[in-house]
Structures are given as C-alpha cells and as structure tokens.
C-alpha cells in the first residue's frame, strides 16, 4: 500500500468523522455571500467571548501588560472586541479557502507597494508579516497582485493540516515547512517572495528574549538568518479589515542594515516593526497567544494564576 493510500485511509477513521463534519458545514457556509459571512463571524466571536474562558483571559492578559495606558474598562473593551475579531476571522477563512466564486481583486486598498516593488528588484524579498486574524484572507488579496511563497507549521491535527494545506495551495506558489530552510533559502535566492511571520512564542530554542511591547518576549532569530542565508530585503508587511468588506495591505520601506552582527537588536528591530503594524489595529492581533509564555529566568509568567 503506498503512503498516499495509507494517509487516505488513515483520514478516513470514525475518530476523523466529526472533523469531516465541521469542515463539510465551513464549506455550505463559504458560499455565503462576504458581508454575511462577516456577520456570522461577529456573532460566533461573541459566542466565543463568553464560553472560549482561556482564550479570553490570555486577551485580557496581554492587552493589560501591552497597552497600560488604558483605562481599565478600556483594556476590557479592547480585548473583547480582539475575541470577536477572531470570531469574524473563522468566517473569513471558511470563505477565503472553499468560496471559489467570491472576488478579491475589487476588495484591496494597497499602501506603500512601491517598497515591494523596489525590493523585488534587487532579488528575493522576505515578507515580515504579523500575526493579524486577517492573516487567512490576506494570503488571497496578495495573490491578486504579486506571486508568493509562504512558510507555515504543520497542524498537529493530520485531516486540519490537509485542509489548511488545501485552502492556502491554492492560492500560493509555494507551501514551505518552516523547517524546510533549504526550501526558503532557495526561493529567496532564486529572487522570489517568502512570505514569514516570525511574531510568535515558537519556545526559547533558535529563540532570545526581545522587548515587545515593553516586556520581554521569546522571539525567534530565524528572520536575520533567512536575510542573510537568502541575500534577501526584509520587507513587513500589514494587512487590516476595513468597513464593507474591504482590506487594506500595507507595505512598510525595507529594514535597512538588516541583518546585523547582534541577534538581539535583530530581534528588537522585529519586534519593534511588528509592534508598529500593530498599533494600527490592535483590535485585529492575535491576543488569544500567549506571547509571552515563556520567559527569561527569574520573570514570572503572566499567564499564571
């Protein structure tokens, strides 16, 4: 039997039944038209409010710790509405991988492309991206425009991963393993754009503490080495929800004299970007991480009781 038969027959255990379930349901709702899909989310995020419990005190968490100078109803104002922004992000990913009918081309407002452009012709870019939960439908808008390469993690889940893979391959040129760096070099050197978002806690390993948002956060040094193992331009890279169904990506001047010798300036200049894309729309940031599980030693976890 060959693996492609294993893997086929493994996917169809009753274990997977439910799962097949929920993702048959995504695709029936995908075909909804885009505002209603909008609307659903919005209503599933305040479902999600009020029974996803960890979820909602890990938002509470990191918005207290990285925005201070709100009040505190302001701070609980902010994180629900980052909850229900996740929820409206769960529609929008139903849409943006099984929705083959939808149009994306008449929905984009674009800042800052001639930063792109210029990168592109002094070889490979790598696109520093940002955890934002319009990360799914981000990946379709920039199809419209530009061919792209982007790295992801394996879902543990093997039937989720096939329908991640599913939804994202159809719009990419390529689908790399972050732990392929052969791959990713390859494509920068080859003068392609690689589409990396490096914004959360992978661990301590490959990893240093860097400041984000005032408090240190394991940040991965993956990005200084992709640049120089790849000859590439750092470009970030923002894309936020509008009102009507419409998104904004945004394309920030390239990190200049990037990669340096130090990994922790790397670092810092990263998380520093990052948290310049993400004072535009905090609401639209992946909260519901925990960004800053770990820890250098001696610090306290803040997401301990």
């Not at 982007?150 to 689908?175: C, Q």
Request: net charge positive; hydrophobic share 40%.
């Amino acid at each position: 039997m060959t693996d492609s038969t294993t893997g086929a027959a493994s996917l169809a255990h009753p274990r997977y039944w439910p799962l097949w379930l929920a993702i048959a349901i995504t695709w029936l709702v995908a075909q909804l038209p885009w505002r209603i899909l909008q609307g659903l989310g919005r209503a599933l995020g305040h479902i999600l409010w009020r029974l996803a419990r960890s979820r909602r005190e890990t938002a509470r968490t990191n918005i207290r710790l990285c925005f201070p100078e709100l009040s505190a109803a302001e701070q609980e104002a902010l994180a629900r509405e980052a909850v229900i922004q996740m929820g409206v992000a769960i529609t929008e990913l139903a849409g943006s991988y099984c929705n083959r009918w939808v149009r994306f081309d008449n929905r984009i407002e674009i800042e800052g492309w001639e930063h792109l452009e210029a990168a592109r012709r002094n070889g490979g870019v790598l696109l520093l991206g940002v955890h934002f939960n319009t990360l799914e439908v981000a990946g379709r808008l920039l199809a419209t425009r530009a061919p792209y390469s982007a790295v992801f993690r394996p879902n543990d889940n093997p039937l989720l991963d096939a329908f991640i893979r599913y939804g994202r391959s159809r719009y990419t040129e390529k689908y790399i393993d972050r732990q392929d760096i052969r791959a990713l070099v390859r494509q920068l050197r080859d003068g392609r754009i690689v589409w990396y978002a490096p914004d959360q806690d992978y661990g301590v390993r490959h990893a240093v503490f860097a400041p984000f948002f005032g408090h240190p956060a394991a940040t991965i040094t993956a990005t200084s080495r992709l640049a120089k193992m790849g000859r590439a331009t750092v470009v970030p890279m923002g894309y936020y929800r509008l009102s009507g169904g419409r998104y904004k990506l945004v394309f920030l001047p390239p990190l200049q004299d990037f990669p340096g010798d130090d990994d922790i300036a790397d670092a810092t200049r990263v998380n520093s970007t990052v948290e310049t894309l993400v004072r535009r729309a905090p609401a639209q940031y992946l909260w519901v991480h925990r960004r800053f599980k770990h820890q250098p030693e001696g610090c306290r976890n803040p997401y301990r009781k």
